[in-house]
């Protein structure tokens, strides 16, 4: 049987190319996967991590199968083929709700059960990944070690920028395969099986046919449906195969909805000069403040497809109203960036069915309603102006978290108006500026259990309280379970990589500082996927900038400069209060936070790279990074627990466990980089 050398030499990309591609490959498809799976399998909307973990689990597995005669990457769509027919055909929605943890609008539960379907995806895509990490590491082996992760983060960054592209001109989802199909054909030509050549056509057929379906198309966040609604007098739309609003003339939905107009009967003031929304939506609560008659409505949605939906056919027009002006925005983000008051501020119904990224539990609207988020809106309302938001809340002891933490933030209570399982709360910048009706006034003493606040540090608005709700113990459980079966099915060993453990420990703290990183932009500069899509670029910018370095400058193992800068930035980064940060103007603010974001993974990726340049094996020394990494996304959910800040504890003390465990190696002579 020829080597793997000779089975390179006679494909169609050899070389630093063939690394190049292979490694944006993988990136491409790992942001496809968290996407697609997400809109189509509602369990993923809010454990897109999981596909992060499988992606880490299978890539790693790929590497240390790298070395094995046989080429496994040439059958990866199989894979792809397989996880698309899968989801498919058992589509499903999350459970409805628990008392602990709400994840959104009660719906059917349908397919198979999350405990069931969850694990079974996370196998197909970490067997997946696993023939796509094999195509990368036949490559990466090639070179020498720095060498080769060069070009592997080269890759990475291209295949970002290859998704946010595509994000950016909303693709529709047959485009992602067809972008795969072209990358095999350029990896394998007339090398690729015609099984899988099969399956590539079979995918993009597959997604052909929803990219086809009336009314479907893809916002950076979801698969927007739409349908007409009350007889054609409105539209209804979906996003990830559940009802998210309805674009409905503003007569028919004050009557079918008296609560949307609550806030504007509770407000002592009724000249509205200026109206801020935020969750703009479709436009039916900015064609209800025009019909109060507002003379000018600020409008902020997060979602450029589902504002251009209601441009296009809300009934009322109220976007092409000359008193709107619309904003593209995260609500969070747009209250930090302007200096303008409002009589009414309004929050309506901002709940998001999506996690911002695969690397992080916040959702699109976590930051919104902290109780920092509540004194900004406060800081930007009039004299006698008033602050109100409403929601299909679904738990007492959400309602009582939110009305606590208006208490708290305007030292009085608000007025809270019920209607079946959707609540209205309005509250004035005195006591004086709105009017309850009798009974109307939430009173802390009879609500019964009223949780804390939600905060920066602790975003998670649907968590009663601080822990890991036992649903997520089980399926991270059963991943873990998985992936050890998962290793063992595919012949990997874990002994290969024995000498690797001060590489796997940098694995799981590096992801978690990636994790904080995401949440601090999320948090300064909004929860929107441009900013995401900056985020890790940038952390894959910083570590090519560590390569360089490395390579350049021949950094020592371990040395105590690499080691104290660190720890140091993280002391530094943990020292500093992100509050501190919102207060500084937009670029002063984006100048600290790329200090205090990236200074540690640059100099975490120093540490990395200058041990990884005297590796023995390379693709050992990677997988057990790769490996690392999973186990630093299920250390992740502790953020659950104990706050994003104090995540940057747990970073220290698995770099701390890096720096013990490392061994020099036993080389003899100078190693070549």
């Not at 441009?311 to 302007?338: C, E, I, K, W």
Request: with cysteine.
């Amino acid at each position: 049987m020829p080597s793997p050398t000779a089975i390179t030499g006679r494909l169609p990309l050899q070389g630093a190319a063939r690394l190049f591609t292979a490694s944006a490959l993988m990136l491409f498809v790992q942001l496809a996967l968290i996407r697609w799976s997400g809109a189509n399998l509602l369990h993923l909307s809010y454990f897109s991590n999981l596909i992060l973990l499988a992606s880490f689990l299978g890539i790693g597995v790929g590497f240390l199968r790298a070395a094995r005669p046989g080429d496994l990457g040439r059958y990866a769509p199989i894979g792809l083929f397989a996880l698309v027919l899968f989801i498919t055909l058992f589509p499903a929605r999350i459970e409805s709700t628990t008392s602990q943890l709400i994840f959104f609008t009660s719906v059917n539960p349908t397919g198979l059960p999350a405990w069931v379907s969850l694990p079974l995806v996370f196998l197909v895509i970490a067997a997946t990944m696993t023939a796509f990490g094999e195509i990368a590491g036949r490559a990466f082996k090639e070179f020498p070690a720095l060498h080769a992760y060069r070009w592997d983060i080269l890759g990475s960054i291209s295949g970002t920028l290859a998704f946010t592209l595509l994000s950016f001109l909303r693709a529709p989802s047959f485009v992602w395969p067809t972008v795969v199909a072209v990358a095999f054909i350029a990896l394998y030509g007339r090398r690729l099986p015609p099984v899988s050549r099969v399956a590539l056509l079979a995918v993009i057929a597959m997604l052909l046919m929803e990219s086809m379906t009336p009314g479907v198309s893809w916002s950076p966040y979801y698969k927007v449906s739409t349908r007409l609604t009350d007889n054609g007098r409105g539209v209804d739309i979906w996003v990830n195969g559940i009802p998210h609003q309805v674009a409905r003339d503003v007569d028919l939905r004050l009557a079918l909805e008296p609560i949307y107009g609550k806030p504007y009967e509770r407000a002592v003031n009724k000249s509205l000069q200026d109206v801020l929304i935020i969750g703009a939506g479709s436009g039916s609560d900015v064609a209800i403040a025009l019909r109060k008659q507002a003379r000018h409505v600020d409008a902020v949605e997060i979602d450029p497809r589902i504002l251009q939906i209601g441009q296009q056919v809300h009934p009322n027009h109220p976007y092409q109203d000359a008193r709107v002006s619309t904003f593209v925005n995260d609500g969070r983000a747009f209250l930090s960036s302007t200096d303008r008051r409002y009589d009414l501020i309004l929050f309506a119904l901002p709940d998001s069915l999506t996690l911002v990224s695969g690397a992080s539990q916040l959702r699109l609207e976590s930051y919104l309603f902290t109780i920092e988020a509540m004194r900004s809106a406060r800081e930007h309302l009039k004299p006698q102006g008033v602050f109100a938001m409403y929601n299909f809340y679904r738990q007492a002891w959400l309602v009582n978290r939110l009305a606590g933490t208006l208490d708290e933030v305007y030292g009085h209570a608000p007025c809270i108006d019920t209607e079946h399982s959707a609540v209205a709360l309005t509250i004035g910048l005195q006591a004086a500026d709105v009017t309850c009706v009798a009974g109307g006034t939430w009173n802390r003493a009879t609500a019964g259990v009223v949780p804390a606040p939600a905060s920066d540090d602790w975003p998670f608005l649907y968590l009663e309280y601080h822990g890991i709700p036992g649903f997520y113990l089980l399926i991270i459980g059963l991943i873990l379970l998985s992936s050890a079966l998962g290793v063992r099915a595919f012949g990997a060993r874990f002994s290969a990589m024995t000498a690797y453990r001060d590489l796997f420990f940098m694995g799981v703290a590096f992801l978690l500082l990636e994790t904080k990183s995401v949440t601090t932009f999320a948090l300064l500069f909004g929860t929107t996927w441009l900013v995401n899509a900056m985020v890790f670029t940038g952390v894959l910018l910083a570590v090519l900038l560590a390569i360089e370095t490395t390579m350049r400058r021949r950094i020592p193992i371990s040395t105590p400069v690499t080691v104290v800068g660190l720890f140091a930035s993280l002391a530094v980064a943990f020292a500093v209060p992100n509050d501190m940060l919102l207060g500084l103007p937009v670029p002063l603010r984006l100048v600290f936070a790329v200090a205090l974001a990236f200074a540690p993974v640059f100099c975490a990726n120093l540490l990395f790279t200058s041990r990884f340049r005297e590796v023995a094996s390379p693709t050992n020394a990677f997988a057990a990074n790769l490996l690392g990494a999973m186990i630093g996304g299920c250390l992740e959910y502790l953020s659950l627990l104990i706050g994003y800040r104090m995540l940057l504890l747990v970073v220290a003390g698995a770099y701390v466990l890096a720096v013990l465990s490392f061994r020099r190696p036993r080389v003899a002579g100078p190693v070549t980089s």
